[in-house]
C-alpha cells in the first residue's frame, strides 16, 4: 500500500515531492498514513475496511492537512476512528451522511416554519425567531445540526451568564429544537445536546415602578414625541401598555376590529391563555380614539401593512432619555398590577384582569380587597394617567 515509516513533523517534512501522488503509512499506529499529492500537499487518513475480511471495501477518512494538523493529532484522531470501526461504525460513512446534513441555521429556519408557526401561537412564534436570529444563529448557525454536542450547547450557555433568563430561555429552545431535530431524522435518538444542562437560578421582579418613575417615563415620551425622535404610535403603544397592564403582543396585535369604544373592551380573539376581553379604561379609549386609522391595525408599522413587531428600540430611548436604568417593557404590566394592589384591589380580580391563568402569578403582589374588574381597571388605569402627565419644566430666572 506504500512506504512504512515512524510518522513525526521532521519526517512528514522531509518527505519529498515527485510529482505523483503516493501514501506512507505509520510504523507506529496501524490505519494513519500520510498521503502526498502531485503538487506537495500533505494530509493525514486513517484507512480501514469497511466490514470483515479482506475482500472488504477499504476506506480512506481523511483526518486533516499538514502542517495546520499536528502528527499527535493526527494520530489521536486516526485512534477515535480505529474505535468507531471496531464498534461497527462507517466514519467515512457517517462524515459523507453528515455532509448532506443541515446547518443549523437551515433547521433552525425549518423548525419554526414547519413546527412553531403550525402547533405554537403567534407570540411564541415571534420570540423563538428573535431569539434565533440575535442569539442562536451567531454562535451555532454555520455547524451542521449533526455536529452540535453538548460541549457546544454548555459554552453558548455560559456565555450568556450575563443574562441568565435569556440564557435559560435558548436552552429551553435548543431543547425543543433537537427534539423536533430527531422526529425528523436529523440527529439519532436520544442525543439532544441540551439536555442535563443545569439552568440558571432566576429572581423574580420584587421592585415596580413608582411614581416618580411613571412620572419621569411619561415626560420622557411627550419629549421624544415633541422632537420626532419616536414614532406616534410606539409612543401610544407604551401609554397602553401602561393604562392596560396587557401583555406586548396583546398590544401590538391589537386590530379595529377587536375594539368595543362605547364599553371600554377588546375582544381578544387569542392571547397566552387564550380569547379573553382587555379592559379598556377611560384613559386608553381616549388614547385609541386618538390614533389615526390607516389600516386593520391600532399600531401599525411604517415599514410593511402589518402591526409594529416589537418595542424594544423606542423603549430603550425612552428610558435613556427618562435617566431610568434596569426597566423592561413587561415592567409596565407590573407596574399596574402593582398599582392596583396598593390601591387596595384584590388579588382575584387584579389576575382576572390581567388574564393570569394560575393565582399563584398574582400572588406575587399580595394584598386582599374587593372590586368588580372593570371598576379595579378604570381606577388604575387613572390613577397611573395622572402619574404619567408630563412634569411642568420650570423656566429659567
Not at 12 to 27: F, Q, W
Not at 150 to 170: C, F, G, Q, V, W
Request: with cysteine.
Amino acid at each position: 500500500m506504500g512506504a512504512v515509516l515512524k510518522l513525526t513533523k521532521r519526517s512528514v517534512d522531509g518527505l519529498e515531492i515527485t510529482g505523483k501522488r503516493y501514501t506512507v503509512m505509520d510504523d507506529e499506529f496501524t490505519g494513519l498514513a500520510v498521503r502526498i499529492g502531485k503538487s506537495g500537499t500533505k494530509s493525514f487518513y486513517y484507512w480501514y475496511r469497511d466490514g470483515k475480511g479482506r475482500a472488504a471495501p477499504l476506506r480512506w477518512y481523511k483526518l486533516g492537512s499538514f502542517p495546520s494538523m499536528a502528527v499527535e493529532q493526527a494520530r489521536t484522531l486516526a485512534k477515535e476512528a480505529a474505535a468507531l470501526v471496531v464498534n461497527g461504525k462507517d466514519p467515512a460513512g457517517m462524515r459523507n451522511a453528515e455532509k448532506g446534513m443541515p446547518s443549523m441555521r437551515e433547521a433552525l429556519d425549518r423548525f419554526l416554519e414547519e413546527h412553531v408557526v403550525a402547533k405554537r401561537k403567534g407570540s411564541t412564534h415571534v420570540q423563538y425567531r428573535g431569539l434565533a436570529d440575535r442569539t442562536l444563529i451567531p454562535v451555532l448557525g454555520k455547524l451542521k445540526v449533526a455536529a452540535v454536542t453538548s460541549a457546544h450547547i454548555a459554552k453558548l450557555h455560559a456565555d450568556m451568564k450575563e443574562t441568565p433568563y435569556l440564557a435559560n430561555r435558548a436552552l429551553a429552545v435548543l431543547g425543543k429544537f433537537f427534539g423536533w431535530c430527531e422526529s425528523q431524522g436529523l440527529r439519532d435518538k436520544g442525543s439532544n445536546p441540551a439536555v442535563g444542562h443545569e439552568k440558571y437560578p432566576e429572581q423574580k421582579r420584587s421592585k415596580f415602578m413608582q411614581d416618580d418613575e411613571l412620572s419621569s417615563l411619561g415626560t420622557a415620551l411627550a419629549d421624544l414625541e415633541e422632537q420626532k425622535k419616536i414614532d406616534l404610535f410606539a409612543a401610544a403603544a407604551i401609554r397602553l401598555l401602561v393604562f392596560t397592564g396587557a401583555r406586548l403582543q396583546e398590544v401590538l396585535t391589537l386590530r379595529w376590529e377587536y375594539i368595543d369604544m362605547d364599553f371600554g373592551i377588546a375582544h381578544l380573539p387569542d392571547s397566552k391563555t387564550g380569547a379573553k376581553p382587555l379592559h379598556l379604561p377611560v384613559p386608553a379609549v381616549a388614547l385609541l380614539e386618538s390614533l389615526p386609522r390607516l389600516n386593520e391595525w391600532c399600531f401599525p408599522s411604517r415599514r410593511t401593512d402589518g402591526p409594529l413587531v416589537n418595542l424594544r428600540k423606542p423603549f430603550v430611548a425612552v428610558c435613556e432619555h427618562a435617566e431610568l436604568k434596569g426597566w423592561r417593557i413587561h415592567d409596565l404590566r407590573h407596574a399596574f398590577a402593582s398599582a392596583a394592589v396598593n390601591r387596595g384591589h384584590s388579588l382575584p380580580m387584579i389576575g382576572a384582569m390581567l388574564g393570569h391563568a394560575q393565582p399563584v402569578t398574582t400572588a406575587r403582589y399580595a394584598h386582599v380587597a374587593t372590586n368588580p374588574v372593570h371598576a379595579v381597571a378604570e381606577d388604575t388605569a387613572a390613577h397611573l394617567e395622572r402619574a404619567l402627565k408630563t412634569k411642568k419644566k420650570v423656566k429659567d430666572a
